[in-house]
């Protein structure tokens, strides 16, 4: 049956559904970065306010800042915007049809439409989730890169902007021209101090265009951090077959893990809808639940998904059923990240590897090595540089994370050890993939990529190591480069 309000109501009875009266939702909140984990995180909890008839003036209209994002808009208004979220519980799945997004805005090239909807007084908060990459970070300085082709583009034309950054402070300039106050940019992407980075990134392109509303933003706007989890595969045929299993015809399912975190700043200049009372945590704390869970689980995906995708592994739960990956994987963890990880008041760090460790091996989950190891040039330095760095400062071993870099190079070079190409798995594919290759020979020239990097390669045992395991992946093979670090 096609996924629309029309046929809500035939459903199987098992299948859980909207219990309020989707009409009665306004909007309240722009989502920009409509992929597949907005649906099954933010959207999900708003969902369960919506069930119990709370928040029902916080609608969410979707939008998109990149051309790809048009196919996205036209599968979920074709379905009234409704998702099926399928739950992936080792013990049994279910399936549950969500619908706090009301609208999804047109994708144009100049964000016409996304501007004039966020300038306009309904909407009080503007959430993103436009990945690591979407942040258009300087590594060497920390802030936003300037001198970025997108963002040069926005300076000289902040009429018809190309970024979400851009969008934003149009917006935010029409509204304070309109008298009306700022609304809140709540990133939900999996950025160490998320809030902090989008707060630089709007400021500083206001900065320099408008330093007035520049400082206005600043003053008036809000940018609360936030830690995010809950582990979401993209969606391809077998979930939208999962879905038909279920009687529904819905071109854009999302598959989730059976587990959901959330811990927030309670810093909203417009107001917020009660997550907490869907089990959202509000703190003053965030940093060290968000350093705990990147260090352990984002960073664990990256010692996984490389190492993967060399050994033509699919996916995170069979790297977890692979005895050498798992030992691999543990040794890692508990010799050369936990011992940079502080404790959360609910767990103690080791407490938290079991939980990841199970999660990583729930084999309902699909979720494919080649999306965990996508992107591995924010990826990397947003994840594990923080924890080698942490390892260099404090004299700790870094044999095991120097391993994962010499992986993550020759997952580069685009061969697989079985000689299966490698499909571009980077937005910056080409460069990486030529300094993989010329890495084969010279291997420091790896660690010289400055920007990911920083001064790494002048830290003493990095480039002996990291070369050391390149050498040995490249003349003996991936397995045997973890067992030796494993000390099988
Ligand atoms: P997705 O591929 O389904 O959606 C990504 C969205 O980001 C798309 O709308 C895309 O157009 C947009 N985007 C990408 N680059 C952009 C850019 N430069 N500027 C603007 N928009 C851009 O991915 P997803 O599963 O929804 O994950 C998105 C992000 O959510 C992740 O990168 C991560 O930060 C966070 N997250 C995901 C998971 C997960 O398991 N999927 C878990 C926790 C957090």
Redesign the pocket.
């Known amino acids: 049956m096609k996924l629309s309000n029309d046929t809500l109501s035939q459903l199987p009875q098992t299948i859980g559904r909207p219990s309020y009266d989707r009409a009665e939702i306004s909007p309240g909140i722009v989502h920009i970065?409509?992929?597949?984990?907005?649906r099954a995180h933010q959207a999900w909890y708003l969902h369960a306010l919506m069930q119990r008839g709370l928040a029902m003036d916080w609608g969410i209209i979707g939008a998109?800042?990149?051309a790809?994002?048009a196919g996205?808009r036209d599968r979920l208004l074709a379905q009234d915007c409704l998702t099926t979220l399928i739950e992936l519980d080792p013990t049994g799945r279910s399936a549950e049809v969500i619908g706090p997004l009301i609208d999804f805005l047109p994708v144009e090239a100049d964000n016409a439409s996304l501007i004039r909807c966020m300038a306009g007084s309904a909407i009080r908060i503007v959430s993103l989730?436009?990945?690591?990459?979407?942040y258009y970070q300087d590594a060497q300085h920390k802030g936003l890169d300037l001198n970025h082709e997108d963002i040069r583009h926005d300076i000289a034309r902040p009429d018809r902007p190309r970024?979400?950054f851009g969008a934003i402070v149009e917006a935010l300039r029409l509204r304070r021209g309109r008298g009306l106050p700022a609304f809140t940019v709540q990133s939900?992407?999996?950025l160490q101090g998320n809030g902090q980075i989008t707060r630089t990134a709007v400021v500083t392109l206001a900065q320099q265009t408008d330093p007035e509303l520049a400082a206005w933003i600043d003053q008036t706007g809000a940018f609360p951090n936030s830690m995010?989890?809950?582990?979401?595969p993209?969606t391809g045929p077998a979930e939208i077959a999962l879905a038909r299993g279920y009687g529904i015809e819905d071109t854009a399912p999302v598959t989730h893990e059976n587990y959901r975190h959330w811990v927030i700043e309670d810093e909203f200049c417009a107001g917020r809808p009660p997550w907490d009372l869907a089990g959202a945590i509000f703190t003053d704390d965030v940093h060290g639940y968000e350093s705990m869970k990147i260090r352990v689980l984002n960073a664990g995906h990256q010692v996984l998904a490389n190492a993967g995708e060399l050994l033509s592994i699919a996916t995170i739960a069979d790297c977890m059923k692979d005895p050498l990956l798992a030992d691999f994987f543990r040794k890692v963890q508990t010799a050369e990240i936990l011992p940079h990880v502080t404790a959360v008041p609910e767990m103690a760090p080791k407490d938290y590897l079991t939980l990841i460790e199970a999660r990583f091996s729930n084999p309902e989950i699909r979720d494919t090595t080649r999306r965990v190891a996508y992107d591995g040039s924010s990826r990397h330095p947003g994840f594990v540089m923080p924890i080698l760095r942490d390892a260099v400062r404090s004299k700790g071993p870094i044999d095991g994370l120097c391993l994962v870099e010499a992986l993550w190079a020759q997952m580069c070079t685009g061969l697989r050890e079985d000689a299966s190409e490698i499909a571009p798995n980077d937005p910056d594919w080409e460069t990486r993939k030529s300094v993989a290759e010329r890495a084969q020979k010279n291997p420091e020239v790896w660690l010289q990529q400055s920007q990911i990097y920083g001064d790494l390669s002048e830290q003493p045992g990095v480039v002996e190591r990291f070369s050391y395991w390149l050498s040995m992946i490249r003349s003996q093979g991936c397995r045997a480069a973890l067992s030796e670090y494993i000390g099988h």
Do not use: P, S
């Open positions: 970065g409509l992929g597949n984990f907005h998109g800042v990149r790809a994002d996205m989730t436009v990945t690591e990459g979407g970024t979400v939900c992407d999996n995010v989890d809950c582990i979401v993209a």
